[in-house]
């Protein structure tokens, strides 16, 4: 990368204040978004007495895990790093010992951040600080001035560095125990923490102020932290524990109180439901009263600090409730749950336990590596996923290491006693008062008789009893009544017939595709609900969304009416509530609810006067004043309901009358004595109930909708199925696509999710939102009251006017004339086929007019050019050759569309030096190389998707730019499934799979959870490829800006903002219709940020969404983007003709089918797609033009070209794009990629192997290479695989050909992509990924020869290992992490036991696990073989069988396939057990299982069963 | 899966229902296709893809909403496909029979190319005559009657759409036509064998019975009935839905000859004599077909219809003459094929010269014409081959070159009403009122020579826009009142 300009860390500083103030007021950004992530770590000496070691292990652990932070262009600028002690008693007590301070007198230490430069405001802190002290009844024993080395801080920490200093606190009352002096010092740090606030300071931090530990933190590289602070050198600096952090910011701000450790905590990953459970805590609040705090328990709250981050604020709460008295690790299982309902094998104490921990508090929930200390325990714990890393391992000396990484901190492998990891929802902990270690089971058996849980939750009932014998009564209307209410709320034919009958018929939500085409909510001239303008959230990057159709077990939609209780109780009267599988409710389970609260349930009419007499503001004042009276006089379940809509009444929208009341109760204190039962009419799909219990509802009935169901049923629509079994379906199919949307944000449990406001809402009021739906991002305002009132009543004079009520016909989701129209209509289509095929322009010309002369569809048909400059000649405009080569057809899998697409596709963009996307699935090798005449296929963009469908070192290397495809525009957040039917023999091949086999590709990529495994699969990518830049595609939401950062930190090279509208082959409706924003508002939030952070600078911004002109590209340009995907208009090119269809296979035209008939009918050639890319290119000059610029990059990020031109609707309260129209002054820098290669990555062991390795690489020698290594070598294996890949092609050396031997712990990603011919043996043990897409390799890991331990007994390999591989052997000797060989689609391996989700989505290899499985073993596998060792036999309850069989193994070709791979296991390893089993193979036959995919039992060449055996002979 | 029932034109081909064979059909006037059993029509509609953008819908004058009726076909759910179809459309069960579906629906219809076209016409027939015959069409009911009126010149497809609207709101309906019987075009000029007389019929019955009356016989403007100010003051509001009657001439010499006919007085003829009328010229032979040579000059649908029906009045031959090919002709492909079938000749690239005889014609003499090159639109202009005269003979020849509009301003006296050069009268598209407020015009008249899909469309929209004149004069009124 050339050298770029930079600017001074203090010029930096002030820029980024000016920009980001500018932003937060009228640009996208919201701080509230900011993620970050890292390393994480704790030591602990398990006798609980204070060593130096500890403390000198916990530097060098800092020091080994510095490539999960990021570090700033400078070099020395980190995103924090910090350390957490205790108190080193003798060190402090030599700078008091002339103060009179007592021998025995306890001290308490505060570690301060003070204002460096404000000396006034620095006096102001220092007296708040003192006066609470004394207040609190405390001495203070002196202030002291940490000791710093600011030579190793970057200019820009240099820049915002705090005064540092230590206040010291005497305690001369003997009588006060330590408990209570902490307890006291964390009351007294909150008040002084709200005093500073009341006096406006704003860079007061108290790190730690306690008499038991500190924090040492702050904003360098993590190696630096014991130079910046010489204390931590000191020798006397002792401690029984120590926690380690490295933060990962997605931002390049320094701030330093953003580093971690926090007080009790510090984590590793990002807690998805922190907006749930910050809004759910305020309401628990009001009856939070903790006999511990007596009188000053208001003093302590708020909890949580405005503008926590997730971390600060999980901190903020479990720092409460252990100074209130509760043990450490009840607290973490209290708030951070395992999975316990679901058919997971547990002891049932336990589950009493959590089921307890469940009445109690809502969880936080979301990936978490969490490490915490109080006074006597320190404990490191696991989210319910197990998303995070978390290795242990103990020392014969009596030391616990933990950690994000194994080998942080070197041990002498022979005095390990245990290698471990902490599981999905698992704990293990230190009593450091009692010295004594916990596993997970031994903590857990400890927590459950600390109370009579088990006795306690007896209390809890059920609905389904109270619903027992009731008779059926489900809701039902007279025809034209029914109508009539239907036509209030907008349901049209296409509602019910094409989402509610699917959905009842099938029990789940019917698919769609080709992306969305109508119009924004707020630009549509018809009727909307007011769902339609909440676009629902979505994890990427930062966070894994989950796969709730195979990883259910873990997610839950248990819902409990009963109020919220004191959380700092214990006792009985937590569980006494009522409990509901689903929140979704039927009017049968509605009158049982109303028959058992009876009067404490209360009625509230949400309708008003049709006659306008009362406007909607004074209709919610009158419910929410309802409300507030029936709660107070006692009412603990509130019933909204709008069925009294009639004649006279309208309907008000009930998700406004939900939030209305929401919002009301919880700034009266009241929620947490009520639950919201809502009945609405309008509730028909599964977003609208996703709504409705995102801003608050408890539980939802969906009257009207089982009206109409009933109904149908009555006409006969569902034959074979009774109305109580249609209702069911509803239900199941609205439940699964509640977990659909809550696994979108990787949230599991709907009590996290409700309230929690994970919307976007795209055309609202700002001030609408302020008032009723506090905390929900509206970033360009719309429609208010006014305009929902209106339109509301306008529905109701339809509705109930004369005549008889005809629903709409919809066009919402198909084209239907008088309906939404819809950005591409039938005369478009034709006229831009007509144009392409006689290369005419000016019929071209007349396609671009018909799109201008639609009405507004989009952001940018409001927005205008403003030209600043005359126009200048066509001819001075750069040609359409340059900017051609700006266009990119976006990722469109061969499987989703036909090959003869995907081709034509391809060689149109090779010829005009554009670039045409692989989209997922692979690409044959036939490709990579250009054809006899002249047609290149090969596509210079291949994607890595989540499901790696034959990605491998070959395919990688064919490649210029590697796309890693984060999310999608038309389901982002989900995964996909390409149906047996449509796997065909050819794309069997390229995905390595069997033909007619279902594939799956899973919702996250198991090897991104968080920010730095991005970087992690970056890194890996650039060591396979050394050429190719990476890009990083994002669909387009609130806070993606800073993810983008993150990503540019990251060290992609492009990162692609995808749009909401995108085209797809086959996605849940309600997923293409609500999920994402346009890409007008991700791209400009992206490109400020990126400028804000002087990021921009250094990647290529891309975006894609629905651009089919001249005018779309010049218009993307302005709001930042350099490259352009133009996908449906490519598609229509080459004959699509928007059928919708692609998700039947049915394509009439060829285009997006798999069928060989159909795909007769293509009719598409490269010279379309090269006439429509120049056309465009044409149609842009043509504006460049106009504007007075001379080539496209001068139009990119200049918004001041822009000006909104309509404001939609009169009856809008105002529609503003001034935010996406922000203007980030750039510095220094140009507002463009000046990068002119790829980002590049250091270089780790590789390097000296290439170089080690000349002789075979140049001469074909055979080799043998020995190195040490350490976990900072990531990617061991990678870069020599990608030349030898180059030089030999991955098949074609020998097996072993360079075997490379290595000692030591190695780093993330060990042998990634390792192809055939290269042989990795690591003495010692590995870290997550190892064999990731191994492409042939083979990989050897086992514990040194001089280790003590039993090798199946301890961990020695990560988590997600062969995730995506081909094909390679691995062999370990020793446990698997979780979701051990995800996705394999040829490996072969042999490990002595797994974690959870083992072969998850496996579709082929052999996996033999000789020990335990995890929970959910084979989900979604659909291909390959497992084989498991199971003298327990557990593995009937811990295997998903929804794809699998599993059986004992009948047929002896597969003993012999067996046997043969334990032999080689035993002898590669030296296993012992590989050994034993070896020995006496027959007599442990009978222990093994042999796990089998459904679909594939009738594909096996050698069938599993002699009965099959015989049959296949005698047929034979 | 539900959509599942959906799509099935990848297995099941295309199929009518039985066609009569030729030799039966040409002895009669009635239709010539059976109609679907339950089960045929469901399959034959579950071929349709349910397209993203359904090009049937869009192509539909009348904008059918026909992939969900098809759907609701194809699962059996008549009642509620029949109440769909009837939403968008006052005569689907004559747009069903008689619509040129070929260059409409399913001319548009993304499998036609391929797989052939889901047979949208023969399923929409199908699900009216199913809905007649159980009863579900039911005349109007208005919740309740508003005093004021509406006059409606015209009784074809325009004027019934206008009356059938405006009726379901409770308007007074009036409609006015020159003839005996309502229908228009539809009960005298479309043959039997393409519209059965008595499907016009049940309609305009269902309409009466709705409260719609009938003013017969009353040919607004000429002696003996009411003039067109006249009917202005008698309604609140007037339609003009006259069509357009006036045919266009043959222009070559020996056109007065005695057997040179009007396409439409020789269909006409045709049709009362079906239905039963004393139609002296037919029996006298003036305006039959039988035992003659017959020659049809033109290439349109009335053009086809003259052929067919000479067929089965029993002419010794037919030939249909017309000046471009076969390709290039207006007319439905589909009833050329069925011309053919039935015996027809076609002289394609032919023009008459002159129409040859003593006292009544006996030969049409005719030019061999070539395509020339095709202009901006494509379009190629005929051009005459010199030389290349030749005779047939003919006995009877049928001109159907095509209809222009009358003089309506001399006809209603009103000077005021604009008319186009062509005579059409001239409209304000977005609310279909004339020149004259309170004057709404539809169909053919403002048209030209149109589809009965398209008078339909116009009466529909004609319609909305004289209910909101109505209410506006309602409330005018009510106010005047209060004034009062």
């Known amino acids: 990368m050339q050298e770029l300009p930079m600017e001074s860390g203090e010029a930096f500083v002030r820029a980024y204040e000016a920009n980001r103030a500018m932003l937060e007021e009228r640009g996208m950004y919201a701080p509230e978004d900011e993620h970050s992530s890292c390393g994480v770590g704790m030591i602990a000496a398990i006798d609980g007495k204070p060593r130096r070691e500890v403390v000198v292990k916990a530097i060098e652990a800092l020091k080994a895990v510095w490539h999960r932070g990021a570090v700033d262009a400078d070099g020395k600028t980190g995103d924090g790093a910090g ?52 207040r609190g009844g405390y001495q203070v024993r002196g202030w002291r001035q940490v000791p710093v080395d600011t030579s190793v801080l970057g200019e820009k920490a240099q820049a915002t560095r705090p005064e540092i200093e230590q206040i010291i606190i005497g305690n001369p009352d003997h009588a006060i125990n330590c408990d209570t002096f902490e307890r006291d010092l964390y009351i007294i740090r909150r008040r002084i923490e709200k005093q500073v606030v009341a006096a406006q300071v704003n860079e007061f931090y108290i790190c730690s102020l306690s008499c038991r530990s500190i924090i040492y933190k702050g904003l360098f590289l993590a190696e630096a932290l014991s130079v910046f602070y010489p204390d931590l050198r000191d020798e006397k600096f002792v401690s029984s524990f120590a926690i380690f952090h490295q933060r990962y910011s997605t931002n390049t701000w320094p701030a330093w109180r953003l580093a971690q450790p926090f007080r009790t905590l510090a984590h590793n990953g990002e807690i998805n439901t922190v907006r749930g459970n910050t809004n759910w805590m305020k309401s628990h609040e009001t009856r939070m009263v903790a006999a511990a705090f007596g009188e000053v328990n208001e003093d302590v709250k708020p909890l949580i600090q405005a503008g926590s981050s997730d971390s600060a604020a999980l901190d903020a709460v479990v720092e409460a409730l252990v100074r209130a008295g509760r043990a450490l690790p009840l607290v973490k299982t209290l708030l951070v749950p395992p999975a316990w309902s679901n058919r997971i094998v547990m002891p049932q104490e336990h589950a009493d336990l959590f089921n307890y921990c469940n009445c109690v508090m809502e969880p936080w929930d979301g990936p978490a590596a969490l490490v915490a200390a109080d006074s006597r325990w320190a404990v490191a714990g696991m989210d319910r996923n197990g998303l995070r890393p978390m290795r242990y391992a103990r020392t014969s000396d009596g030391l616990l290491v933990v950690g994000s990484e194994a080998g942080m901190v070197p041990l002498d492998e022979a005095m390990i006693v245990e290698k471990g990891r902490v599981g999905p929802g698992e704990m293990i902990g230190v009593d450091l008062l009692a010295g004594r270690f916990f596993h997970d089971t031994e903590l857990k058996d400890w927590l459950a008789g600390l109370k009579p849980y088990s006795k306690w939750v007896k209390n809890i009932r059920n609905l389904e009893d109270l619903v027992g014998a009731r008779p059926f009564e489900p809701a039902s209307y007279e025809r034209t009544d029914l109508r009539r209410r239907q036509a209030q709320f907008g349901v049209t034919v296409e509602d019910m017939e094409l989402i509610l009958g699917p959905m009842v018929q099938d029990g789940k939500e019917p698919l769609g595709s080709m992306g969305d085409h109508s119009p924004l909510a707020v630009l549509s001239k018809h009727y909307r609900g007011l769902h339609h303008f909440f676009r629902q959230q979505f994890a990427q990057v930062t966070n894994p969304p989950i796969d ?3 990883e259910w077990r873990v997610m839950s939609l248990k819902t409990r009416f009963g109020n919220l209780g004191n959380v700092y109780d214990e006792d009985p009267s937590q569980t006494s509530i009522l409990q509901l599988e689903s929140p979704v409710i039927t009017t049968t389970e509605l009158a049982a609810l109303e028959a058992h609260f009876q009067r404490r349930m209360r009625r509230i009419d949400c309708t008003f006067p049709a ?55 919880i700034r009266q204190e009241l929620r947490a004595f009520s639950s919201i039962t809502v009945r609405s009419g309008e509730c028909m799909d599964t977003h609208c109930f996703a709504v409705l219990i995102g801003v608050g509802a408890t539980a939802v009935n969906a009257y009207l909708t089982e009206a109409a169901i009933a109904d149908r049923h009555a006409r006969n629509l569902f034959p074979n199925l009774t109305l109580q079994e249609c209702l069911a379906r509803y239900q199941e199919a609205i439940g699964q696509g509640l977990l659909k949307i809550m696994s979108k944000m990787g949230i599991s449990i709907i009590s996290s999710y409700r309230g929690g406001y994970n919307f976007e809402a795209v055309g609202l009021s700002r001030s609408l939102c302020r008032e009723y739906l506090p905390g929900l991002v509206s970033r360009i305002s719309g429609i208010g009251l006014i305009g929902i009132g209106k339109r509301v009543l306008e529905m109701h004079a339809r509705a109930f006017g004369e005549g008889a009520p005809v629903l709409s016909i919809g066009s919402f989701y198909r084209y239907r004339r008088g309906g939404e129209a819809h950005a591409l209509e039938g005369k478009a289509v034709h006229q831009l086929q007509h144009a392409v095929q006689t290369d005419s322009y000016s019929a071209f010309k007349r396609y671009t007019e018909m799109l201008h002369d639609n009405e507004p569809i989009s952001i940018r048909d409001l927005l205008s050019f403003a030209p600043k400059n005359a126009p200048v000649p066509l001819d001075e405009v750069e040609s359409i050759t340059e900017i051609r080569k700006r266009f990119v057809t976006p990722g469109m899998s061969l499987g989703a569309l036909s090959p003869e697409a995907h081709e034509t596709l391809t060689i149109a963009m090779n010829r005009i030096g554009a670039k045409a996307d692989s989209g997922e699935g692979g690409e044959g090798k036939e490709r990579f190389t250009p054809r006899p005449n002249g047609d290149n296929a090969n596509s210079p963009i291949k994607q890595v998707a989540s499901g790696r469908f034959g990605v491998t070192a070959e395919y990688l290397n064919a490649a210029k730019e590697l796309e890693i495809k984060v999310a999608q525009g038309a389901k982002p957040g989900e995964g996909g499934q390409l149906p047996g039917f449509k796997v065909t023999v050819e794309i069997a091949r390229l995905r390595h799979a069997t033909p007619g086999v279902t594939l799956i590709s899973p919702p996250p990529h198991h090897d991104i959870y968080s920010i730095e495994d991005l970087a992690q699969l970056i890194y890996d990518l650039k060591q396979i490829n050394p050429d190719a830049k990476v890009c990083v595609k994002l669909v387009s939401e609130a806070g993606i800006g800073t993810i983008a950062a993150g990503v540019a930190k990251a060290k992609a090279d492009v990162i692609l903002v995808s749009g909401n509208v995108g085209g797809t082959g086959a996605s849940p409706q309600t997923s293409i219709k609500f999920a994402g924003t346009p890409w007008e508002m991700g791209l400009s939030e992206v490109n400020q940020l990126l400028t804000l952070n002087r990021l921009r600078h250094r990647v290529t911004l891309r975006t894609d969404g629905g651009l089919k002109t001249g005018r779309d590209i010049v218009i993307a340009a302005m709001l930042g983007a350099e490259e352009y995907g133009i996908g449906t208009a490519s598609l229509v090119a080459i004959g699509c003709i928007l059928v919708r269809q692609c998700h039947s296979n049915t394509c009439p035209v060829g285009v997006c089918t798999q069928r060989e008939d159909l795909r007769a009918k293509y009719e598409g050639k490269p010279e379309h797609i090269v006439n429509l890319m120049s056309f465009i290119a044409e149609d842009t000059r043509e504006v460049l033009a106009s504007l007075g610029l001379r080539s496209l990059q001068e139009a990119v990020g200049r918004t001041d070209l822009l000006r909104q031109v309509s404001r939609g609707s009169v009856d809008l309260d105002d529609l503003d794009l001034n935010p996406i129209l922000a203007n980030v002054d750039p510095g220094p820098h140009p507002r463009y990629c000046a990068a002119t290669g790829r980002n590049e990555v250091p270089d780790a062991l590789d390097a000296r192997m290439v170089v080690d390795a000349r002789p075979l690489l140049d001469d074909g020698e055979k080799m043998q290479l020995q190195y040490n290594v350490r976990n900072v070598h990531r990617g061991v294996g990678t870069r020599l695989s990608a030349h030898i890949t180059r030089k030999y092609g991955m098949a074609k050396l020998p097996e072993g050909h360079i075997a490379v031997r290595l000692r030591g712990s190695a780093g993330q990603s060990l042998g990634a992509f390792a192809v055939q011919g ?34 199946h007994q301890n961990v020695i390999i990560g988590n997600t290992c062969l995730y995506g591989a081909t094909a390679g052997k691995l062999f370990a000797a020793g446990k698997a992490g979780e979701r051990f060989a995800v996705r394999n689609s040829g490996a072969v391996t042999v490990v002595e036991g797994v974690g959870d989700n083992g072969c998850e989505y496996m579709t082929g290899g052999t996996a033999v696990i000789l020990g335990s499985v995890g929970d959910n073993f084979a989900a979604g596998m659909s291909g390959g073989m497992a084989f498991v060792y199971d003298p327990d036999d557990i593995l009937p309850s811990h295997i998903n069988g929804e794809m699998v069989i599993s059986q004992r193994i009948e047929v002896p070709h597969y003993e012999e396939l067996l046997l043969g791979l334990i032999r080689e296991h035993a002898v590669t390893t030296g296993s012992p057990l590989g050994k034993q089993i070896v020995h006496d193979f027959q007599g442990h036959l009978g222990r093994f299982w042999q796990v089998v995919p459904k679909e594939m039992l009738s594909k096996l060449a050698v069938p599993v069963t002699l009965a099959e055996l015989e049959q296949a002979a005698r047929r034979a | 899966m539900a959509a599942d029932k959906m799509m099935q034109f990848v297995s099941v081909p295309q199929a009518l229902p039985h066609k009569r064979a030729v030799d039966e059909r040409v002895h009669d006037f009635g239709e010539i296709y059976d109609r679907f059993t339950p089960a045929h029509a469901a399959q034959q509609a579950s071929r349709c893809e349910q397209c993203g953008i359904p090009f049937c819908h869009i192509h539909c004058p009348v904008q059918n909403h026909i992939p969900d009726w098809l759907r609701m076909t194809a699962e059996g759910r008549l009642e509620e496909a029949w109440e769909l179809n009837a939403a968008t459309n006052n005569l689907p069960e004559i747009c069903g029979r008689i619509c040129p579906q070929d260059r409409l629906c399913e001319g548009n219809c993304v499998i036609e190319k391929g797989f052939n076209a889901v047979t949208i016409g023969t399923v929409e027939r199908f699900i009216n005559d199913t809905a007649f015959e159980r009863g579900w069409i039911k005349p109007n009911k208005p919740l309740r009657e508003r005093p004021q009126s509406v006059g409606v010149i015209g009784a074809g497809p325009a004027g019934l759409a206008v009356a059938d609207q405006l009726r379901k709101e409770g308007w007074q309906v009036h409609v006015y036509d020159r003839y005996d019987r309502v229908g228009g075009l539809m009960i005298y000029g479309i043959p039997g064998f393409k519209l059965e007389k008595d499907v016009v019929v049940r309609r305009w019955r269902l309409l009466e019975e709705g409260g719609v009356q009938f003013h017969l016989g009353c040919d607004i403007g000429a002696p003996g009935s009411p003039g067109f100010a006249e009917l202005r003051s008698r309604h609140d509001a007037i339609f003009i839905g006259t069509g357009v009657y006036k045919a266009r001439a043959l222009q070559v010499p020996g056109v007065g000859l005695p057997g040179v006919v009007p396409a439409l007085a020789y269909l006409t003829a045709s049709n009362r004599k079906s239905l039963g009328d004393d139609v002296p010229a037919f029996d006298e032979g003036t305006l039959s077909a039988e035992g003659k040579h017959v020659v049809v000059v033109g290439g349109g649908d009335t053009a086809m219809d003259c052929v067919r029906t000479a067929i089965r009045q029993g002419a010794l031959s037919v030939k249909c003459l017309y000046r471009r090919d076969k390709q290039n002709m207006p007319g439905s492909m589909r009833e050329v094929k069925h011309a053919e079938e039935e015996g ?16 009544r014609v006996e030969a049409v003499r005719a030019i061999r014409m070539r395509l020339g090159t095709p202009d901006s639109t494509g379009r190629q202009s005929p051009e005459l081959v010199p030389d290349s005269g030749f005779r047939l003979p003919a006995d009877l020849v049928v001109g159907a070159l095509g209809f222009d509009p009358e003089d309506h301003v001399t006809m209603f006296g009103e000077p005021e009403l604009k008319v186009s050069r062509w005579g059409t009268i001239t409209i304000d598209w977005s609310t279909m009122q004339t020149s004259m407020p309170g004057v709404f015009a539809g169909g053919d008249i403002v048209r030209g020579a149109s589809l009965v899909v398209w008078g339909i469309r116009d009466g529909r929209d004609a319609a909305a826009s004289i209910h909101r004149h109505l209410l506006a004069c309602a409330a005018d009124g009510s106010a005047l009142a209060e004034a009062a």
Not at chain 1, 87 to 112: C, K, N, Q, S, W
Not at chain 1, 631 to 636: S, T
């Open chain 1, 611 to 665: 006659d306008g007499s009362e406007s909607l503001r004074v209709a919610l004042e009158r419910v929410r004043q309802e409300a507030e009276d029936a709660v107070r006089g006692g009412a603990e379940n509130l019933l909204l309901t709008d069925e009294d809509v009639g004649p006279d009444r309208a309907a008000l929208p009930m998700i406004l009358a939900v939030g209305a009341i929401h919002s009301h109760l």
């Open chain 2, 344 to 359: 027809v000749e076609f002289v394609w690239l032919s023009a008459p010269e002159a129409f040859i005889g003593q006292d």
């Open chain 1, 83 to 134: 350390i957490h002690v205790q108190i080193p008693d003798a060190f402090f007590r030599r700078y008091v010992i002339d103060t009179g301070v007592h021998a025995d007198e306890r001290l308490g230490v505060g570690m301060v951040f003070l204002p460096r430069n404000d000396f006034s405001a620095q006096e102001t802190c220092r007296t708040i600080v003192e006066s609470e002290i004394i």
């Open chain 1, 1318 to 1351: 290269l042989k990795l043996e690591v003495f010692g043990d590995a870290n997550d990924y190892v064999g990731k897409g191994l492409s042939g390799g083979t990989i050897v890991v086992r514990p040194l020869v001089s280790s003590p331990l039993v090798p």
């Open chain 1, 548 to 550: 709730p159709l195979r």
